[in-house]
């Protein structure tokens, strides 16, 4: 008869005997830790003593029909100002409502299916639970869906945009006075793709529920804080938590000597960085605590953690931590967007800087040599005019008769009184002179040749005599003197 007995409770109550059935939550109101055991529906305390200890029975109606998985885990929710905590399983989602002050437990959704939604992220909009990003079913999601109260199913939300590829185990918070969700440092993955490799996502996005848009708004480039996050480890992430004002987490090297806490703030995207130099908060460790037999609970900026080795001059078991008092402690080190010395604003200003120097240096070493040449310009210009009377003669005439075209070659010999000679030695005595005129006229002008020799504009096969334009003016100037 035993037996039997004992068969037929393995038969009727196997998710009682092999399934996890206990949701932990830190009250708001007392700042005491609390079990909820959803098979026996009860509801037990932690004493001083760090044992849990019965403290109300729950009521529950001919609807009530919990299913946990062998190894479920649950995530609570207590929304401010009242006594009623959420209960989600992860992986499913099945969601499990206790009233504080009436005590009844409820079951709200009708989901008979495993989900998408472990380690999805789940925050009040008003009224409404909505669920974001998790895993299952081999890859990583970036659904954001709701919990319809009349259906008692969860729905998706319609949205556009460049959304996060998977939104698992990274920073994702609900920002509700700009009614608006920021997620930053994701994993995704996929088992058809690069054999289901986890990979990380340093890009912050950003959703307006108000125009159902994604919105990718920057990249994390703070180059010393990008590494902490590549160091800070898929598995460490389990217990990175949300104050509801700034992200918590303490890096991996937080096993030995002083430790560290990060905050960010999403609104602002600041970090801070807390160094626990006088050791206060030396025996938390966040990474120690287990889902299924948790030393840590967390409601908001509040955290709880149960010493496993207290001071034996205190009678203290457990430490309770507001973060975000604890936050106004910490050490402003930069924002998320901030990029390397090399990439910045003002090294780019201090390279045009420096090219400006340059240019200025330059400028200044090519400014003496064009005010030389200038001064020997001016010097030029006042060499006196000291050429013989038949030179100067010829100069007068083309000077006179510039703006007719010039002199013809038969004024140019009459003047050079070369009329008389043959051809080829007119040509010749012809040229000497006015090449020596010319040299002449080269300490004057600096131009080498002031005297040239053009066609006709009425025949231009004859050639005529005029005045170089770049020296006309001053040459006007020295004869009329």
Known sequence: MKHFCLLLLLFIFPSYIWANQFAYFLNNTDHKPYRIDLAKKEIARLDSNSNWVFYHRLTTDSTYRPDFMKTAEFTVLQKKNTNRIHIFQECTN????????????????????????????????????????????????NHLIYFDKKTKEWEATNSKGQAPEGMYHGFVSFLPEKDMLVSFSNYSTDVSQDYGRLTLDQSIYQFSFFTKTWEKIGEITHPIFKQILEEYTYENRHHLFYTGKYFVFEPSSNKNGIHK???????????????????????????????????????????????????????????????????????????????????????????????????????????PIRTKKAV????????????????????????????????????????????????????????????????????????????????????????????NPNCLELLRRKVSI
Do not use: H
């Open 94 to 141: 099945q969601m499990y409502v206790v009233d504080l002050t009436s005590f009844q437990l409820e079951r709200k959704d009708d989901t008979y299916y495993r989900g998408d939604n472990c380690s999805a992220y789940r925050f009040f909009r008003g009224d409404v639970v909505f669920s974001i990003g998790g895993y299952g079913f081999w890859r990583s999601n």
């Open 261 to 367: 806490y990060y905050f960010v703030n999403p609104r602002t995207l600041e970090i801070f960085e807390y160094n626990d130099l006088e050791l206060k908060y030396a025996r938390i460790a966040l990474g120690a605590s287990q889902p299924l037999n948790p030393s840590i609970f967390k409601n908001g900026p509040w955290l709880l953690t149960v010493l496993q080795n207290p001071n034996p001059n205190s009678s203290d078991s457990v430490l309770l931590i507001n973060f975000d008092d604890l936050a106004k402690n910490a050490t402003f080190i930069g924002l998320l967007t901030d990029l390397p010395w090399y990439k910045t604003d003002w090294f780019y200003g201090l390279i045009l800087v420096l090219l400006v120097v340059v240019l200025i240096f330059v400028m200044k070493r090519i400014k």
């Open 376 to 467: 020997n310009l001016t010097l030029m210009q006042e060499v006196k005019l000291d050429i013989d009377p038949i030179s100067l003669r010829l100069l007068k005439s083309i000077l006179d008769n510039q703006n007719q075209g010039g002199l013809a070659i038969e004024e140019v010999n009459q003047i050079l009184d070369l009329e008389n000679l043959a051809f080829d030695t007119q040509r010749y005595r012809r040229s000497a002179m006015i090449n020596q005129v010319n040299q002449t006229l080269t300490l004057l002008t600096g131009e080498k040749n002031s005297i040239i020799r053009e066609n006709s504009d009425e025949d231009r096969r004859q050639k005529r005599y005029k005045i």
